[in-house]
């Protein structure tokens, strides 16, 4: 009777070969890497907040990436949903989803934070530190507000700073999207709180005495009103055939005061 080997093999793995088979392991999504992680979770906040929050209870590696401040600054926050920005005790979950939002440096959030303080009762201080803060940023109703600040003013560099922002942003035809935002912030709370600016003949842009148009920017407006009500399409009437650059600015501000209303 004779010995068969071949029922008998012995297989011995190599370290070689055991190392080709951890190579060649199949990787599950749980261990992508957290950069990897973070990205996914930063596009899906772009998406939309819910989907963060589905993506979030799916595995440990997805909660622990969207803990991270790249993903708070992307979330897609529905800037002109007012549910967001309640005060009531249903909402605290929203509440504290958006001071995370603002502790990472989320645009929106800190422009309507800086709204708040500036015009409806905050610290004035803290409210233009953030609002240069945030149009630095490239926010264009940040830059919109900073430059009807600083025209408000009674100096002139201030007023020069200001109008050179303002005339950038109406080459850019971004003056009628600013001040929607800026209204729809502003309307969204109680009238009884804003902090309106104020308009004089004393802090006007134009000091030309020869210019023909000075001081009349109040009149065109009533008349604008009068004729088709409030309308922000800034290239239809009002002062659109101004050829003065320093009264468009002054009909500007009275645009952005009306704002309030």
Not at 97 to 112: I, M, N
Not at 231 to 240: M, R, Y
Request: hydrophobic fraction near 35%; charged fraction near 20%.
């Amino acid at each position: 009777m004779g010995y068969d080997r071949t029922r008998h093999r012995v297989t011995i793995k190599t370290p070689r070969s055991i190392q080709g088979e951890e190579m060649y392991r199949p990787t599950g999504p749980a261990n992508l890497p957290h950069d990897v992680w973070t990205l996914i979770a930063g596009r899906t906040a772009a998406q939309s907040v819910r989907d963060l929050y589905s993506l979030r209870m799916s595995c440990t590696a997805a909660r622990n990436a969207r803990d991270e401040d790249f993903v708070y600054r992307c979330a897609n926050i529905p800037i002109w949903d007012q549910r967001w920005w309640s005060v009531s005790p249903m909402h605290q979950s929203g509440r504290n989803f958006l001071a995370r939002c603002k502790q990472s440096g989320h645009l929106e959030v800190l422009f309507r934070s800086a709204v708040s303080d500036l015009f409806l009762g905050g610290c004035h201080f803290a409210g233009t530190e953030t609002m240069h803060v945030v149009a630095a940023q490239g926010h264009s109703a940040a830059q919109y507000t900073v430059a009807m600040m600083l025209m408000l003013r009674d100096d002139a560099e201030s007023k020069n700073k200001g109008l050179q922002t303002f005339r950038g942003l109406e080459a850019a035809g971004a003056l009628t999207n600013c001040k929607l935002v800026f209204r729809g912030v502003v309307q969204g709370t109680w009238r009884h709180l804003r902090r309106m600016p104020r308009l004089n003949a004393e802090n006007q842009v134009c000091s030309s005495h020869a210019c023909p148009s000075r001081g009349n920017m109040g009149s065109i407006y009533r008349h604008q009103c009068y004729r088709k009500g409030w309308d922000v399409n800034d290239g239809d009437g009002g002062a659109a055939h101004i050829p003065c650059v320093h009264c468009k600015a002054d009909y500007e501000l009275i645009l952005f005061i009306h704002l309030f209303d």
